[in-house]
């Protein structure tokens, strides 16, 4: 059974940074390629980072420079590090598989004040 469960969301002053966390379970991390998804109020859920087996990255425009995607294998775990957090990366974040897969978490909740 596929599991994925986020966390290390918050509210932030714009400038600052937080470090969210997504636990995996299942075959789902071993599949291949990780990815964070944001969805902001109003708007559809997009990928905006990415990750490889092997380690390769891939970035949205709007969070190239500020965010990194890593993963640690042995623990089944994808982070993402924000830093510089604008008010617009306010939003829900998800993790799933690269494509998305229909196993979605409960998301992690940010919030960038200005």
């Known amino acids: 059974q596929v599991q994925l469960v986020e966390s290390g969301g918050g509210l932030v002053q714009a400038g600052g940074s937080l470090r969210l966390s997504c636990a995996a379970s299942?075959?789902?991390?071993?599949?291949?390629?990780m990815g964070w998804y944001r969805q902001a109020p109003g708007k559809q859920r997009d990928l905006f980072a990415a990750?490889?087996?092997?380690?390769?990255?891939n970035y949205a425009d709007s969070v190239k420079g500020r965010f990194t995607i890593s993963r640690d294998d042995a623990k089944n775990t994808v982070y993402l590090q924000m830093n510089s957090l604008k008010p617009e990366d306010t939003g829900v974040y998800y993790c799933?598989?690269?494509?998305?897969?229909?196993?979605w978490g409960q998301g992690t909740q940010v919030t960038v004040s200005s």
């Open positions: 299942g075959s789902i991390f071993s599949a291949g390629a």
């Open positions: 990750i490889s087996s092997g380690g390769s990255t």
């Open positions: 799933n598989s690269d494509p998305w897969s229909d196993y």
